[in-house]
């Protein structure tokens, strides 16, 4: 069993670093990138510490944490494709052009070649428009920093956030069978990542019921979770518990990935093959 499983492993390795190589020939746009992230930032969180200043302990975070938050989600927002992008992106369009034909002919898996570039250009984005934000709100505000375990944990939560984010972007993309056009679909998918994903802001100041059900949703796991990892509100049971939802999140995903890609090899007649 370890015979074919190197090569493979070799092969979805080499995928990802191409990919990453991909993203980092686009410079230009990473620094402008870098520069609105920063700008957002800045703006958001001086738009939290007057938020904080009139309720010092909303959602159970200190201003100096809520100030974080800011930031982390700053760093995770290209990470994850918060608005769609990435590998998912490429599927769309080859299912449109039909194109993926090609990628169906391969002798690999397509969901784990799409999901080893997706790992590239998410890892291409963390060191670039993740870290560089970063540390200009630390400079400026002054953030709070992890435990080695809390930064671990973040890490191992920042992965996991990247799969999830790419299954639930594939499901979107994968509409396209039936579709021909998965526009809309993208659409949709952004508005509901982008207000229960704890960007806009923190799942935990919703109102009890949509408080509990947004925080069940994979969307958390995008930047909720990693933020709250990170600022030491999961530590100890509690991290695990929460990275183990997002494992959760990423298995039943990727799988119903697999079942939907099955069913549309199967049945559905590709636009333009």
């Given at each position: 069993?370890?015979?074919?499983?190197?090569?493979?492993?070799?092969?979805?390795?080499?995928?990802?670093?191409?990919s990453?190589?991909r993203?980092?020939?686009?410079?230009?746009?990473?620094?402008?990138?870098?520069?609105?992230?920063?700008?957002?930032?800045?703006?958001?969180?001086?738009?939290?510490?007057?938020?904080?200043?009139?309720?010092?302990?909303?959602?159970?975070?200190?201003?100096?944490?809520?100030?974080?938050?800011?930031?982390?989600?700053?760093?995770?927002?290209?990470?994850?494709?918060?608005?769609?992008?990435?590998s998912?992106?490429?599927?769309?369009?080859?299912?449109?052009?039909?194109?993926?034909?090609?990628?169906?002919?391969?002798?690999?898996?397509?969901?784990?070649?799409?999901?080893?570039?997706?790992?590239?250009?998410?890892l291409?984005?963390?060191?670039?428009?993740?870290?560089?934000?970063?540390?200009?709100?630390?400079?400026?505000?002054?953030?709070?920093?992890?435990?080695?375990?809390?930064?671990?944990g973040?890490?191992?939560?920042?992965?996991?956030?990247?799969?999830?984010?790419?299954?639930?972007?594939?499901?979107?993309?994968?509409?396209?069978?039936?579709?021909?056009d998965?526009?809309?679909?993208?659409?949709?998918?952004?508005?509901?990542?982008?207000?229960?994903?704890?960007?806009?802001?923190?799942?935990?100041?919703?109102?009890?019921?949509?408080?509990?059900?947004?925080?069940?949703?994979?969307?958390?796991?995008?930047?909720?979770?990693?933020?709250?990892?990170?600022?030491?509100?999961?530590?100890?049971?509690?991290?695990?518990?929460?990275?183990?939802?997002?494992?959760?999140?990423?298995?039943?995903?990727?799988?119903?990935?697999?079942?939907?890609?099955?069913?549309?090899?199967?049945?559905?007649?590709?636009?333009?093959?």
């Open positions: 069993m370890s015979g074919p499983l190197h090569p493979q492993i070799s092969l979805y390795a080499a995928i990802a670093t191409r990453f190589r993203y980092s020939t686009y410079t230009a746009a990473t620094l402008a990138g870098i520069f609105t992230n920063s700008v957002f930032g800045i703006i958001l969180s001086f738009a939290y510490l007057a938020l904080w200043e009139q309720n010092p302990s909303a959602g159970g975070y200190e201003a100096d944490q809520a100030v974080t938050f800011v930031w982390i989600g700053q760093a995770l927002l290209m990470t994850v494709a918060l608005w769609s992008g990435g998912t992106d490429d599927l769309a369009e080859r299912i449109r052009t039909g194109d993926i034909a090609v990628d169906l002919y391969r002798p690999v898996s397509v969901l784990g070649w799409y999901l080893a570039a997706d790992l590239g250009r998410g291409y984005h963390f060191a670039t428009r993740g870290v560089a934000p970063a540390i200009v709100g630390a400079l400026l505000f002054g953030l709070v920093t992890p435990s080695v375990v809390g930064a671990a973040f890490l191992v939560s920042v992965v996991l956030a990247v799969v999830v984010s790419f299954a639930v972007r594939f499901l979107f993309a994968a509409s396209a069978f039936w579709l021909l998965a526009t809309g679909p993208r659409v949709l998918l952004s508005v509901l990542a982008t207000f229960f994903s704890g960007l806009t802001l923190p799942l935990n100041l919703f109102p009890d019921g949509l408080r509990q059900v947004a925080l069940a949703l994979p969307f958390a796991s995008y930047i909720q979770t990693p933020a709250d990892i990170w600022l030491g509100r999961h530590t100890g049971l509690d991290m695990i518990a929460a990275i183990g939802l997002q494992v959760l999140w990423a298995v039943v995903l990727l799988a119903t990935c697999a079942l939907v890609l099955r069913a549309a090899t199967r049945k559905v007649v590709v636009q333009g093959g």
